[in-house]
């Protein structure tokens, strides 16, 4: 079974970047798409960003279009989410997640492997 493990969450004032890891154990679902939620307290999951095995494909939230930029180094079998323009609403816990199979999505329990999540803190 796959592991995720994130990193890279912190505090940082609003403005400010940060730049999350997720590196994953094996390369068994190096095709499959990978993405980033994020929760904040007493909220639902959101999704952030998504991102195909190739990297060729992309999604993004309304949200952060613009700010974040979300990339994957099958090298190194690793996805990153870099987060600019931070603003304290993006307060929340990140978490990385893959796919168990093929295709697109935006909904979190389509995804089947998750890591337990990265905090990031933007403060005002």
């Known amino acids: 079974q796959v592991q995720l493990v994130e990193s890279g969450g912190g505090l940082v004032q609003a403005g400010g970047s940060l730049r999350l890891s997720c590196a994953a154990s094996?390369?068994?679902?190096?095709?499959?798409?990978m993405a980033w939620f994020r929760q904040a307290p007493g909220e639902e999951r959101e999704f952030v960003a998504t991102?195909?095995?190739?990297?060729?494909?992309?999604d993004y939230a309304d949200s952060v279009k613009g700010r974040f930029t979300i990339s994957r180094d099958s090298a190194k079998n690793t996805m990153y989410l870099q987060m600019n323009s931070l603003k304290p609403e993006d307060t929340a816990v990140y978490c990385c997640?893959?796919?168990?199979?093929?295709?697109?999505?935006?909904?979190?329990?389509?995804?089947?492997?998750w890591g337990q999540g990265t905090q990031v803190t933007v403060s005002s």
């Open positions: 991102i195909s095995g190739s990297g060729a494909i992309t």
């Open positions: 997640a893959v796919r168990g199979t093929l295709g697109f999505s935006r909904i979190a329990s389509d995804y089947a492997y």
């Open positions: 094996e390369r068994t679902f190096s095709r499959n798409f």
